[in-house]
Structure formats: C-alpha cells, structure tokens
C-alpha cells in the first residue's frame, strides 16, 4: 500500500480537497441546526431520564444528577448524518452542474462519493441513522415494550448484526478482503476469520460509541478526533474520497459540538451516536487500521469493559464495582463536574488519537 507524500501538485489539491470538504460540511450543518433545533423544542422531542438500567434494577445515581436535563431534544445526531448526506450527493450531482456553468474544474473537483471507497459507510451512516432516528422516537414517545419506551437492546443489537454482518459479506466475498494489518510487522490473511472480526469490530464501534454518549459533549468530541485520525489516515493510504468522506463527517460534528457542549442544546441520541460508531467501524475495516481503531478511541473499551465488569459484578456477585457504569457516570457520581470529565475524557482521547495515527501508518508502503 503506498503512502502519499505530500509535495507535489496533485497531493496539495488532494489536501485542500479534504479540507474544504470538511469546511462545507461544517457549514451546511451550522445551517441546519437552528431549522432542526426549532422542530425538537416545538414537538417537544425530549428524553426522559431513565429510572431503571437495561437489567431492570432502578438506578439512583444517574437519575439524580441528570434529572435537571429531562425534556432537552434529543436525536440532534440527524443533523452530522443528513448533513454529510446531502454533501456527498451534491458533490457527484450538483457541484460538476457548478463546475461546467461557471467553467472551472475547481467544484468538480470536490467530488467524493466514489463506490469503492464511500458507498459502503456513507450506507452504514444513514441506514443505521434512520433505524437510531425511530429508536429515539419510540424513547421520547414512550413506545415500545423497554422500560421507559424505545426498542430493547436485544433488538437494536440484531439489527446491528444485520448490518455487520452484510458490510463483513461484502467485504469478504465480493471485495475478496481477508487481511488484517499488524502494525510495523505487515498484513496477514486471516481467512474467514474475517467475517467474526468484522461483525465484532462494528457492533463494538456503535455499542460503545453508545455508551459513551451520557455527558454534554463527551462523545461529540471523542468522535470528532477519531473521523479525524482517520481521515489522515485515509489520506496516507491514498484514499481521498474515503479521507474527504472523514473530514465531511469531522466537519459535521464540530457544527454539533458547537450546541452540544455543556449545558447542551440539544443531544446527539441513537440516531448519531451508534450510526456514527458502526460507521467508523466501517472506516477501520477499510483501511485496514483495526489495531489502530482501539487505541484511538480507547476510551470506548473503557467505557465498555466498565459495563461489562458492573453488570458481572451484580449478577453474580451481587454487588457493584463502581458507583455506576458506564465509567463516565461513576465519576459524575464522586463528585467531578459534569464538563471536567468531558475535557479530561478529550484530552485522553487526544493522547490516544496521535498514538493511533502513528501506530495506523506503521508498517504501510
């Protein structure tokens, strides 16, 4: 795999070309918001804070220092996705129209939805943004047989598995992918040993992009730095649709933080946080950069191994391990402020991402 230098006429447009995508899709989702946002307030779209956990046992924490955020709208996650959405069409459909009546090659140029390199997440993105988008509805609604309203976790996670599993058969069978890269040492043909990884690395990326998604600001900014680690590392390998597709989604979440970060305006919801997390297990998988993936958003096997300890914990030790989980909410519940945790949490994250771009390139060319 050759790794791009960036010294020469075609790799300087190829930069300026992530970078404007990004610019764009901050732009058109800046402009959204106050549209979305009016619609949330006047439909009175707001979460209910949860007065029991997925295994039924009525929480106290959580309920307590969350109850002042009953009613804010939630899915303002719709936004980053409809946003990059309705970027990644105009930029095949309607910037070349641009282009040949203003005769200038330059929003031609901008072009990005190319099917070997965006198709698959740009699908992964809006098809589980949509299925997120009604799981938010049944929860704001009261709909649905889960403890106050929106699908059981059970059947959010088979269509998680659905999805997985189509994006792994597709890569494996029609794209002919069967190589896992090991960093600084190369890539090795694992066989079908692809399939389970493929389906466990996008179901990880979502689940615990959801998990993660309980503060002010917290899981925006965590994503935001991992679509822009992969963004460079997509451009390294060449990629720069897949890079450009990256910038776009960064663009998009920086337009959501601006609302998002404490006291938000407004929250990301399933309809952002799990269809971003499978989409940038997609990403990982594309280039190649699984290892890579979970030291960048290590704080997502955190967060996840903090549930799966808690709940192990409880059911057969019958006691808790920390005060509540996932971890973020146990340190809310000694005491740190809300926005110390979201900052420390970026700051780590921070750490991680530069780790996981290094370790990401190590060994490609």
Known sequence: MQIAQIQTIPEIVNVFKVLTTGALAFALAFLITPLWTHILYKYKIGIKIKSHSQDGQKLTYVNKL????????????????????????????????????????????????????????LFTLVASGILGLFDDIMSVRGWGKNKGGGMRFAMRFWWLLVISILGAWWFFYKLGWDQLHIPAVGDFSIGLWYIPLFVFVIIFAAVSSNETDGLDGLNGGVLFMAFSSFAIIAFLQNKVDLASFCAAVSGALLAFLWFNIYPARFFMGDTGAMSLGATLGIIAMLTNSVLALFVIVFIYVMESLSVAVQLSSKKFFKRKVFLAAPLHHHFEAIGWPEPKITMRAWIFTIITSILGVIIGIMGMG
């Open 66 to 121: 969350h109850a002042k955020k009953s009613g804010t709208p939630t899915m303002g996650g719709a936004i980053i996705w409809f946003s990059i959405f309705v970027l990644a069409f105009s930029s095949h459909y309607v910037f070349p129209f641009i282009a040949e009546l203003f005769k200038t090659d330059f929003f031609a140029r901008l072009d990005f939805l190319s099917r070997s390199q965006v198709w698959l997440p």
